[in-house]
DNA sequence: AACTTTCGCAACCGCACGGAT
DNA sequence: TATCCGTGCGGTTGCGAAAGT
């Protein structure tokens, strides 16, 4: 019953990308900008289905996508964030620009969720003990000083080296050359989604020719950090997230600790929540 | 060293939604 | 209004790498 997926149709290739398929549809959206993604595979000759080429750009692809190690304070931003909307994660990582919503949703499912996990049994485990590992967890989740714990000393923000796939090292290396060309073009503000660096590609200018999606351009993640601040929106949550973690932590000081989760939705629910739900996503 | 188990992540699947016709 | 089409999203799967035995 009803159309049989795209990707089953005869002729279309599953499986991981190969180096020389990225840089044909790297390329090619180069030329035309992202979109249309039907035309893809027939203008290409790729033998893949349109969504797996969208799917393969947004995730993997598209300029300034920061790959490799979630920092402690990206890892208290998710956290917050998935206890606020849930496992919305195009919502979540609207607010985590360099981070696709594929990425984050594995880092919770591999990581956080077993993280929260242990430290929800750590506490009810050490009722009394001012729950000890919750504070770890936030102090290094948001670059403070715990309160009751000084082997922390201090911001632990510093980011690790991003690790990339070899294929996409592969496509650097590939796309060296002609990648070399014309003078820099601004960035398009609707694709500031896009502003971050993959530091794989290095610095590429090229015009889209359809005349919709304008133009847009890679940039290194040196460059990127210069010259494009942190957008409003983000300071305004990461200066929240800031205070209320303040205000958690004096209230831990006075009282029995409650689970993790179940202390920050009573927090939130108590005066904070609004403030965020009207923030407006980085698009 | 060989085998098994676990983990991490890229990719896929199916559904939902909105715009065009 | 109904249908089609393109796209976005969240859940799940499968495979390679790492860890364990």
Redesign the pocket.
Same mark, same amino acid.
Request: net charge positive.
């Given at each position: 019953m009803? +159309? &049989? &997926?795209?990707?089953?149709k005869v002729g %279309?290739? @599953?499986? &991981?990308?190969t180096p020389e398929e990225?840089i044909v549809l790297v390329s090619y959206i180069q030329q035309h900008g &992202?979109?249309?993604?039907?035309?893809?595979p027939t203008n290409t000759g790729l033998l893949?289905?349109?969504?797996?080429c +969208?799917?393969?750009w947004? =995730?993997?692809l598209r300029p300034g996508i920061k790959?490799?190690?979630f920092t402690p304070h990206e890892e208290g931003m998710i956290i917050h964030l998935q206890a606020l909307?849930?496992? @919305?994660?195009?919502? %979540?990582?609207?607010y985590l620009p360099q981070r696709?919503? =594929?990425?984050i @949703? =594995?880092?919770w =499912?591999?990581?956080l969720k @077993?993280k929260i996990k242990k430290l929800q049994s750590e506490s009810e485990s050490q009722m009394g003990s001012n729950s000890k590992a919750y504070h770890q967890f936030m102090s290094k989740s948001y670059g403070e000083k715990s309160t009751t714990d000084n082997s922390n000393s201090g911001l632990v923000l510093s980011e690790n080296s991003s690790?990339y796939?070899s294929?996409a090292e592969n496509i650097s290396r590939l796309l060296e050359g002609w990648m070399r060309s014309s003078s820099p073009i601004k960035l398009d503000n609707n694709n500031m989604s896009s502003v971050n660096a993959n530091r794989d590609f290095g610095k590429i200018s090229t015009e889209c020719t359809n005349g919709n999606s304008g133009s847009f351009e890679y940039y290194r993640a040196d460059q990127i950090e210069n010259e494009f601040p942190i957008s409003n929106e983000l300071e305004c949550i990461l200066s929240f997230d800031h205070s209320l973690n303040e205000q958690k932590l004096r209230m831990d000081n006075n009282n029995p600790p409650l689970s993790f989760l179940e202390k920050w939705m009573l927090d939130e629910s108590a005066s904070q929540v609004e403030g965020v739900m009207e923030l407006s996503p980085i698009y």
């Open positions: 009803g +159309r &049989p &997926p795209c990707c089953d %279309i290739k @599953k499986g &991981p990308w990225d &992202p979109g249309n993604w039907r035309a893809v893949r289905c349109s969504k797996s +969208r799917l393969r947004t =995730n993997y790959r490799g190690n909307l849930g496992n @919305k994660w195009a919502a %979540i990582a609207s696709t919503d =594929n990425d @949703k =594995n880092y =499912n591999t990581h @077993k690790v796939a294929s």
